[in-house]
């Protein structure tokens, strides 16, 4: 189970990752999905939060009002909702940039250009879990462990088959 720090930033940091990979339409969902997670807030400590964060409510295309953050690298663009913008997103960079997979026991290296790794960890680590505890990168490697003690080629190989399938 993964700890998270009784911190402003460890906090912040699930906000972001829960507004990305859920459909959140008020605070009260949110505390709930922090509760679950063992993060207890107020309700004025998530509205601090959400403020700073740049926190927008945004429609869907069903009409719901959710919220949304806005993207990383300065991209104003909010991002919301259920996870499959990040993972289409994994799917692409994972096309573009991967160059190998390599695996054994809990490891997982892939390799990319130089200059690329940093991007594709991100992208992995905001797709949500497929089966790793994290992401470490270099220039033009990115170690994924695994959180099965033999999951490493099982990882590979749905990364190999992520770049092999069309967009």
Same mark, same amino acid.
């Given at each position: 189970m993964t700890r998270i720090p009784a911190t402003k930033a460890a906090r912040q940091q699930l906000i972001v990752d829960l507004l990305t990979r859920h459909s $959140?339409?008020? @605070?009260s969902d949110l505390l709930a999905l922090l509760a679950d997670r063992g993060v207890t807030a107020t309700v004025s400590t998530l509205s601090r939060d959400l403020d700073e964060l740049g926190a927008v409510r945004v429609r869907q295309s069903d009409g719901t #009002? $959710? %919220?949304a953050v806005p993207a990383e690298g300065g991209d104003p663009t909010p991002r919301a909702g259920d996870g499959s913008a990040a993972v289409a997103r994994l799917q692409r960079l994972v096309r573009e940039l991967m160059v190998t997979a390599d695996a054994t026991a809990n490891l997982v290296v892939l390799r990319t250009p130089p200059g690329a790794a940093q991007f594709l960890a991100s992208a992995i680590d905001h797709a949500g879990s497929v089966g790793t505890l994290g992401t470490i990168a270099g220039d033009d490697t990115v170690l994924l462990i695994c959180r099965d003690p033999d999951g490493g080629p099982a990882v /590979?190989? %749905?990364?190999? @088959? #992520? /770049?092999?399938q069309s967009a």
């Open positions: $959140v339409r008020s @605070q #009002l $959710v %919220y /590979a190989e %749905y990364f190999t @088959q #992520l /770049a092999g």
